[in-house]
């Protein structure tokens, strides 16, 4: 699947024009609009881009469908616990930390479907965590900005009634209950709690093997954060982040068998022939070794320019993009989880 370029005029929407003259007919075409984005991240996602990005132009491709699938399990409660492994800059920060919580915000009960209020709809909470202070207040600040964006409160304004007695840049409540909730993996807040907790980014990606910081915010994970559902028999905690090292907190977290994660590996350049399952669709998309994860962003030539920088400026270094797994990847759908694959 080859990306698309979407401009303003291109990109097949099903947002509405709210300007339209006849007020009924925005308000059915809003209506519509609620309800089938409410049902899909992949679609949610794309609509919502220009409210996060709004000087980047969206390019449609298949890992953040396979992200959003994933995703979208987690909700469903068919996933607990997920780790996602890939590289920097290919949106997995907007997706997991922004649209994701945002969406399930979005996601309020209807009659005659299965609704679980604690991992969806606007009652949920949410406990965020990054290595850095900055990049904890960027997402909690972009979450909030999409929250309180005239396309976002159009659509669904109960959950963007935030509590005026808790708004703050990184912790926010709406009028449903629900919290939003980021901190750093070692900083203060930690002792709260929530449904489902993010770790993006728990590693600074510039760290060594030994470094005193990853084993600090290994160490984080098991004593904090792992025992901070408010619901311990539902509560979903995703991890997303770059290989540091084989000492990082997806070798822990893999190396613990009694956690379960489901392991989604994507590579910006594919090291094997791997076929990967969709999770929700039962969407078999094959890569070859050497295919470039979106070559019209990424191609060879900066594949190669980054390996040589890197190579060169950390000689001592030289972690592969994919440290040794002490199990072996699960690529996208494993099979002793097939029941997934629907």
């Excluded at 449903?176 to 590693?203: F, R, Y």
């Excluded at 090291?271 to 078999?284: E, K, Q, Y």
Aim: with cysteine.
């Amino acid at each position: 699947m080859d990306p698309i370029i979407a401009t303003a005029s291109s990109l097949p929407r099903t947002t509405p024009n709210i300007q339209r003259a006849n007020p009924r007919e925005a308000r059915a075409e809003l209506t519509r609009d609620r309800v089938v984005l409410s049902n899909s991240l992949r679609l949610y996602i794309r609509e919502a881009w220009h409210v996060v990005e709004p000087s980047t132009v969206y390019l449609e491709k298949w890992h953040i469908d396979l992200i959003a699938e994933y995703l979208e399990a987690v909700t469903a409660g068919q996933i607990k616990r997920l780790l996602i492994n890939m590289p920097p800059r290919y949106a997995k920060s907007t997706c997991v930390s922004i649209m994701w919580p945002t969406w399930v915000w979005a996601r309020e009960g209807f009659p005659g479907k299965p609704h679980n209020p604690v991992l969806e709809g606007p009652g949920t909470r949410w406990l965020f965590a990054s290595y850095a202070d900055e990049l904890r207040t960027k997402h909690s600040l972009d979450r909030r900005k999409l929250l309180q964006s005239d396309w976002y409160r159009a659509r669904w304004p109960k959950p963007s009634e935030l509590t005026s007695d808790q708004n703050v840049k990184t912790h926010f409540t709406n009028s449903s209950g629900g919290v939003m909730l980021a901190t750093t993996m070692l900083g203060q807040g930690t002792g709260l709690g929530g449904n489902v907790i993010v770790l993006d980014d728990p590693h600074n990606a510039k760290e060594q093997s030994g470094s005193k910081d990853v084993e600090a915010q290994v160490r984080a994970y098991g004593d904090t954060f792992a025992s901070r559902h408010d619901d311990k028999k539902q509560g979903a905690t995703v991890i997303v982040m770059q290989r540091v090292n084989d000492n990082d907190l997806s070798a822990h977290v893999l190396a613990l068998k009694e956690e379960h994660y489901v392991h989604l590996k994507i590579e910006a350049e594919a090291t094997s022939h791997t076929t990967i399952t969709f999770p929700r669709t039962g969407h078999i998309l094959v890569r070859e070794p050497q295919e470039l994860l979106w070559p019209t962003r990424e191609g060879p030539l900066e594949i190669a320019r980054q390996k040589a920088v890197m190579s060169s400026s950390e000689p001592r270094r030289r972690v592969p993009p994919f440290p040794r797994d002490r199990e072996p990847s699960t690529r996208a759908c494993p099979s002793r989880r097939s029941r997934l694959c629907r």
